[in-house]
């Protein structure tokens, strides 16, 4: 048996053997984030080695272009061109080049000689996660990346430890912020899509190449990873419909508030139960995983998610609603998420424990839109006239699809011939002195294949000028 000092002085020795311990770091990359990471790691030395077990000694930070000028000061002997000779002689890589190549090489090399991986590389994990789990598997290595995912939200490790041990059903997220300053913008101040990009530009929250935020593009890679590590399963950026928020108008957030909502660009994964998809599958079930612009009530959680703000709303069937809120991106908010995984990583290589394994227990199907149920927005514009109502509400039923509320508003009067759609489309033969009406239609939940028939069947009546907008509606 052994006694409590026994006890006290055999855990004091482990931890001046660990304090003993040296683990060797490389960095990859020394941009916004790494720059921040390599200060973390100089400065706040001696409290990381408390906590970690063993020293972590920054071996370099591999760079495209060492005579850089750079925001952080940091000793330039570190920086280097070599990230290969980095990685050879590394405990833990860290990578923060971002891209798939050659990232991905890099972190194959150091997961095949057994080194860990900490990343942040959403795009990577989202196109080729599997490549790298596997890897990982194979050597007991650990690839750890909650800086992929809403930055410094703590996240992954919500899913991927907290709730395994809950049955999560569904994944609702605000995780770009980019997008999220843009709509929040618009619902402010009423201006449109372009012109709050370009402010955003110059205020330096949009990038110079905004494509992969504002086409949902870096949300759909986020998807991507929360649907794998929620649902246990691999989803990769192929399997995540995406659509962006370039089509997101100012009428239509005008409309939105009228309704009481608002317009969030959601990135949402779904365990969707036996029999709700499509043929094939025939039991058991499957996932949805997608990103679109969303209405949502002004009183949902994720509603009050302002600015570049990220939030993850998560529903488990024992956990109930939990919601994750705070800094999306930047600098030091990422760089605390990758040093978080860097200390978590670093004591279990001191205990010498085994990398955990990649959390894809299960291969489930990915379910197409057309099984996916959800409310729908609908905005025309049509002629004022009797009878456009009745004729227009009879193609929704035609479809099946139930409307559960429907908002005019008339334009007023405006001559023929005038701007745009009106002057191309003359329903029903009007005159000078028509006017037109827009409609908004509100569904009750109807599949995508549904939704799309209806609004085909609709652009097609004399009628209707145009259909200026779908939008899927959550949360009511
Ligand atoms: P940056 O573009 O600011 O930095 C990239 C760094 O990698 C630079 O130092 C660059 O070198 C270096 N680099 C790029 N390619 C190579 C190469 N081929 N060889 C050697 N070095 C290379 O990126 P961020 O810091 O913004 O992002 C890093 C990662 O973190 C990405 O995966 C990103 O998605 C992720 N991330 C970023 C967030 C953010 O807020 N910025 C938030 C969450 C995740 P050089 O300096 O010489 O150009
Ligand atoms: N471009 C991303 C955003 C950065 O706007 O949220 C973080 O991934």
């Given at each position: 048996m052994t006694s409590t000092s026994e006890a006290q002085l055999a855990a004091a020795q482990r931890q001046d053997a660990g304090a003993e311990r040296v683990l060797t770091v490389a960095l990859l990359g020394g941009g916004t984030v790494g720059s921040q990471v390599a200060r973390i790691l100089l400065d706040d030395a001696e409290a990381l080695t408390a906590r970690a077990g063993a020293r972590l000694e920054l071996a370099g930070i591999a760079v495209r272009n060492v005579g850089a000028p750079r925001d952080v000061e940091l000793p330039?002997?570190?920086?280097?061109?070599?990230a290969e000779g980095l990685v050879a002689r590394a405990d833990l890589v860290i990578e923060l080049m971002g891209g798939i190549e050659p990232a991905r090489t890099h972190i194959l090399a150091a997961l095949r000689h057994g080194a860990s991986v900490v990343t942040g590389n959403k795009a990577l994990l989202a196109q080729d996660g599997a490549t790298l789990f596997d890897e990982a598997d194979a050597n007991d290595a650990e690839l750890n990346f909650e800086?992929?995912?809403?930055?410094?939200?703590?996240i992954i490790r919500p899913i991927r430890?907290?709730?395994?041990?809950d049955r999560i059903t569904r994944v609702l997220g605000i995780v770009n912020g980019t997008t999220n300053f843009i709509l929040d913008s618009m619902d402010t101040t009423g201006a449109q899509f372009a012109d709050v990009l370009a402010e955003a530009q110059r205020l330096g929250y949009a990038e110079a190449d905004p494509t992969a935020d504002v086409e949902g593009l870096d949300a759909a890679a986020k998807a991507a990873i929360l649907a794998s590590l929620a649902f246990h399963t691999r989803v990769s950026l192929d399997d995540v419909r995406c659509e962006g928020i370039t089509k997101v108008s100012a009428a239509d957030i005008a409309a939105a508030q009228d309704a009481g909502m608002t317009i969030k660009l959601l990135a949402i994964a779904e365990l969707v139960a036996d029999g709700a998809h499509g043929a094939g599958t025939g039991k058991g079930e499957g996932v949805s995983v997608r990103v679109h612009p969303t209405l949502l009530p002004r009183t949902h959680p994720l509603a009050a998610v302002h600015g570049a703000y990220n939030a993850v709303f998560v529903e488990a069937e024992n956990a109930g609603s939990l919601m994750f809120y705070g800094a999306g991106a930047g600098g030091a908010p990422t760089a605390s998420a990758i040093m978080g995984d860097v200390v978590t990583t670093a004591r279990r290589i001191v205990a010498g424990s085994p990398g955990r394994a990649g959390t894809a227990t299960r291969v489930l199907p990915i379910v197409g839109p057309e099984s996916i149920t959800t409310s729908y927005s609908v905005g025309l514009e049509v002629a004022?006239?009797?009878g456009v109502l009745s004729r227009v509400a009879s193609v929704f039923a035609q479809h099946g699809v139930s409307i559960e509320t429907m908002r005019q508003q008339i334009h007023g009067t405006e001559k023929a011939g005038g701007a745009g759609a009106a002057a191309d489309k003359d329903p029903a033969g009007r005159g000078e002195g028509a006017s037109r009406a827009e409609l908004r239609f509100v569904t009750h939940r109807a599949t995508e294949a549904a939704l799309a028939a209806t609004v085909a069947d609709i652009k097609n009546l004399d009628v209707v000028e145009s259909v200026t907008s779908v939008l899927r509606v959550e949360g009511v």
């Open positions: 330039r002997e570190l920086y280097t061109t070599d800086a992929a995912v809403a930055g410094a939200i703590p430890e907290s709730l395994s041990g004022d006239q009797p």
